[in-house]
Nanobody, 120 residues
Framework: QVRLVESGGGLVRPGGSLRLTCKAS????????IGWYRRQAPGKQRELVA????????YYPNAMKGRFTISRDNAENTVYLQMNRLRPEDSAVYFC?????????????WGQGTQVTVSS
């Protein structure tokens, strides 16, 4: 069993930055990759923002390249998402999730996420 807990969200002005934290606990060795997703509105599908795999290879969908940086601290079992030059359209609930193997499915269970609001 693996538990992922997101934190670090909040209210930030356009152009500002935030760093989100995904803390993992439990069977850490079963994790192949951790990804950050976001859902911009209730009922809207979650979209992948970034992921990082055990070999520490980051991946960003084209729409997310440039302002987001994913990193990991293996000693702390933590994955970070650094978000810069934030825009109002980045407002969303951000979730982290995990894969147990390369090209495998993301976990069906989601945590509560952390709310990011970009507004002046």
């Amino acid at each position: 069993q693996v538990r992922l807990v997101e934190s670090g969200g909040g209210l930030v002005r356009p152009g500002g930055s935030l760093r989100l934290t995904c803390k993992a606990s439990g069977d850490i060795g079963s994790i192949y990759a951790i990804g950050w997703y976001r859902r911009q509105a209730p009922g809207k599908q979650r979209e992948l923002v970034a992921s990082i795999s055990r070999p520490s290879s980051p991946y960003y969908p084209n729409a997310m390249k440039g302002r987001f940086t994913i990193s990991r601290d293996n000693a702390e079992n933590t994955v970070y998402l650094q978000m810069n030059r934030l825009r109002p359209e980045d407002s969303a609930v951000y979730f982290c999730n995990k894969q147990s193997q390369a090209r495998g499915p993301w976990d069906a269970d989601w945590g509560q996420g952390t709310q990011v609001t970009v507004s002046s």
